[in-house]
Each structure stands twice: as C-alpha cells, then as structure tokens.
C-alpha cells in the first residue's frame, strides 16, 4: 500500500504520493544521483536463506547437512515507467523515449572505474531502506509510437543486500584449510567473488594480489584463481 505524506497548507490539500526512489551512493555513503519512480511498486518480495553442505560418513545411509552460512538477502520487485502522459499512441509522435529510465538502471549494472565494482545504491519507500547492488535487471517493453519508440517497459529488479559489517551477515567457513580455486566463468568480476566468498565486495584486492593481478579487470573466462584465507586482521 502507498504512504501518504501529511500535506501542509490547508486541511482541504489533497495529500501527497510519495513516490519510491533509487538513490546511487558514493563512496561516503551520501546519494550522489536520486532515480525517482514514476509509478510505486505494487508489491516487493525479500528473500533470504541459509546454505548447507552434504556430507556422507563411512557406514551412514543418510547425509549429514552441516551449515556453512547464511545467505545474502535479495530485494525482488517490479517497477513501470511510461512517458506517454496518458496520451494515445497516435499523440505521442515524438515524444521522449522510456529507455532514458532504462539507461540509469543499466549503469547500475555497470563497474565503476574508482570503486572498482558497480555503484552502491538504496531503495527507498517508505519505512523501507534497502541498501546493496543491483543484481539482475529484465526489461520488457509494452508500448511503442507509430515511430516504434519505446514509451511504456515493465522493469523487474533484483537488489543484493551489502551489509554494513560482515559480523551481522556473514561468517567464513569454520574449516582449517580455507583456501580456495575458483574457475572464472563469463560475467564474473573481482567485486563478485570477493562478496561470494568474503561477503565483501571491497576485499576484491586480496584476490588481485594473490594472483599478481595489476588491474580487477585483468581476467578471463577459463583462468583459474587463488582465493586465499583471511586471517583474522583482514576480516
């Protein structure tokens, strides 16, 4: 349901909507760009869970599941954006294009050149404050203008929580050989593995130079990489 904010004025004032909002932090945490919503979600869905791992002993018929860590906690909702103005199709010659929206979203996907890794950013409606990345962004167009310009798209988002301290979300294994080989796969980057397996996007530089790594950029499907321990002053 939406939340109205309290109008100031005149008792009679018809209240205002508040709209939801995406705001793109920087490296202080303070908004450097706001996204306003042009139309609230109808609903959001949040999802968390727990992982587990299956280990069969000698003489056993079944496995033994034994925690590893809880997972990280993904914000799923759908948001509309429409430029037509309640005009019909044939009215909206020339009219601007939806896919002006669709593009801040993309650069949300994108990896930022001073951080190394795609921008935090924050949504926010109402009593809700969902700080993390963008993890997966489906656009789909349902409206075009006799000059087949995209004027209506249905976005559905996915954001990945970042949480603020790893004490609070996440603990590494408690095994005494922690290191790991990990194969990269297309679309993999440093700042993924590193929230993976630290649930830390910024430790992204321990791989890189366990691996002789000048740049986060310098890797390729195929190539295989070190992912060592923490020690216990680098968690």
């Known amino acids: ?12 004032t018809a209240p ?13 945490g303070a908004a450097e760009e706001i996204i306003v919503c042009l139309f609230n979600p109808s609903e959001y869905s949040i999802r968390s869970g727990a ?12 496995a033994d599941s034994q925690y590893i860590q809880g997972d990280s906690v993904v914000l799923s909702l ?33 990896i930022d050149g001073r951080q190394h890794r795609p921008p935090k950013i924050r949504f926010v409606w109402g009593s809700l404050q969902f700080q993390g990345f963008l993890l997966s962004l489906s656009q789909k167009y349902t409206l075009f203008s006799v ?13 990945r929580e970042a949480p603020e301290n790893r004490s609070s979300r996440f603990s590494p294994p408690e095994s005494p050989d922690r290191t790991k080989y990990r194969t990269v796969i297309q679309g ?27 740049s986060p ?11 060592p321990a923490l020690d216990r002053k680098m968690r």
């Open 16 to 28: 205002e909507l508040k709209k939801a909002r995406i705001e793109v932090l920087g490296e202080n």
């Open 51 to 62: 992982s587990y791992s299956q280990e069969k002993g000698i003489g056993k018929d079944k």
């Open 188 to 214: 993999m980057s440093l700042w993924r593995l590193a929230y993976e397996e630290y649930g830390d996007p910024e430790k992204w530089t321990v791989i890189a130079e366990a691996n002789n790594l000048a």
């Open 78 to 110: 759908t948001l509309y954006f429409d430029t037509t103005d309640g005009k019909s199709t044939e009215e909206n010659k020339g009219q601007t294009s939806v896919t002006v929206y669709m593009e801040k979203l993309e650069k949300l996907l994108k």
């Open 147 to 159: 000059e087949g310009k995209p004027l209506r798209v249905k976005a559905d988002l996915e954001i």
């Open 217 to 227: 950029l310098d890797i390729a499907p195929g190539n295989e990489l070190i992912v």
């Open 1 to 12: 349901m939406a939340e109205w904010v309290k109008p100031h004025g005149n008792a009679g």
